[in-house]
């Protein structure tokens, strides 16, 4: 089975409140849209929160109401989000893993599913799927299971890049007109633009 993983532990700082509560133009908030975008194409999905989110991970629990979507508190979500990466990467046992970043609410679901037929085609070579637009890498990233373990060790903030480029030969880029793959939320004005 592939799953879905959605990051959603950081502290928001630069955008000066908790992002995952913004309001987007849909009238969903960001996190929520997130949540629906994954789950309307993947089957299982794990939405990795901070430590200590218990009583929103019920919050979200209550309005998703899908029993395929999980909620995890990271414990170690304040170290940054390799940590939570890391985590959350633990307590999967799918074939691959789908990461998805909580503040990316407007990635298309046709490009979710390019991904996922990038991955069938190229499955026989343990395949890291990244979507590209405009030369541009983007989210969300389709790890094959044989890179768990690296990511289980994975330490700081800056995710799983270092698995990709550690591994050139099992790239596999889909190159997509969608702009949400590379279009995230840090500021108010991100929204804006």
């Not at 979507?131 to 389709?142: C, F, M, T, Y």
């Amino acid at each position: 089975m592939i799953g879905a993983i959605i990051l959603a532990a950081g502290s928001s700082r630069r955008f000066g409140g908790d992002k995952r509560k913004l309001s987007l133009p849909s009238g969903q908030a960001m996190l929520e849209e997130s949540i629906h975008k994954a789950a309307s194409v993947i089957d299982k999905v794990l939405v990795v929160l901070r430590f200590g989110d218990l009583a929103y991970a019920k919050e979200l629990e209550a309005k998703i109401r899908n029993p395929n979507v999980e909620f995890f508190c990271a414990p170690d979500s304040a170290q940054g989000m390799a940590h939570s990466l890391a985590n959350a990467i633990h307590k999967v046992d799918w074939e691959a893993a789908m990461v998805f970043l909580g503040d990316m609410p407007f990635v298309q679901s046709e490009t979710v599913e390019s991904i996922l037929g990038k991955y069938e085609f190229h499955k026989a070579s343990s395949p890291i799927v990244v979507p590209i637009k405009d030369g541009e890498r983007g989210h969300p990233v389709l790890f094959h299971h044989d890179y768990f373990d690296e990511i289980q060790q994975l330490k700081g903030d800056r995710g799983a890049r270092i698995v990709v480029s550690s591994h050139p030969d099992n790239v596999f880029t889909v190159e997509v007109q969608d702009p949400g793959v590379i279009r995230d939320i840090d500021t108010p004005q991100d929204l804006a633009s």
